[in-house]
């Protein structure tokens, strides 16, 4: 495995709600998935996998297998929010071609406490988990219900995209701690200002 692109400068965010949101947030604020090893850290940190998955055979090819895909969901999400004209081109089939793959089955085994753990019968390959990727955005794009909790940051030059939850669904922000703790210290500044003056 040729480990290109090490750790992320900004750590990898699985805050969305979804995987194949989450996928889209390894675009912001820079590239994250330069490289075998961060797709590796990217994989084992979204789920995608158990912990512990070795995931040495992971080939250079694989990045951009995610990076296109998640140009397509992406495409197709920004259509959701009415973001995107012209509709779903030919994006809509790449996403449901890469759904047809055959993902590695997980298995339970017996842990080493005695207790039943989660594994992979063999080594996840790359268009098996670009499947799961994919599967999980047709579901949401297919979901009355997840489709229409899909909300846009309202953060300041943010492009992050979630599914709100929140009671009420009210959340505004991708995240609390980032662009809602941004958006308060820029409205206490404002406050400040406006004081002084």
């Known amino acids: ?50 912990d512990g998955t070795p995931l040495g055979h992971a080939e250079v090819s694989w990045p951009a297998a995610f990076r296109e895909l998640r140009e397509d969901i992406g495409h197709l999400v920004r259509v959701l929010l009415g973001g995107e004209a012209g509709g779903y081109g030919g994006a809509l089939a790449r996403v449901n071609e890469a759904a047809r793959a055959v993902p590695t089955a997980p298995v339970a085994v017996t842990g080493e406490d005695g207790g039943l753990v989660r594994e992979l019968a063999g080594p996840p390959g790359c268009a098996g988990l670009l499947a799961v990727v994919a599967r999980d955005a047709v579901e949401l794009l297919t979901d009355p219900v997840a489709r229409a909790s899909v909300r846009q940051c309202a953060g300041d030059d943010c492009p992050l995209v979630y599914l709100d939850t929140s009671r009420g ?28 003056a």
């Not at 912001?28 to 797709?39: Q, Y």
């Open 1 to 50: 495995m040729a480990l290109g692109g090490g750790t992320p400068a900004y750590p990898l965010r699985f805050d969305a709600g979804r995987v194949c949101l989450d996928l889209l947030a390894t675009r912001h604020p820079g590239e994250r998935l330069d490289g075998v090893g961060a797709l590796c850290a990217w994989i084992t940190g979204s789920g995608l996998v158990p």
């Open 169 to 196: 669904r009210r959340r505004r922000w991708c995240s609390s701690e980032v662009c809602g703790n941004r958006e308060r210290v820029a409205r206490h500044r404002r406050r400040a200002a406006v004081a002084r």
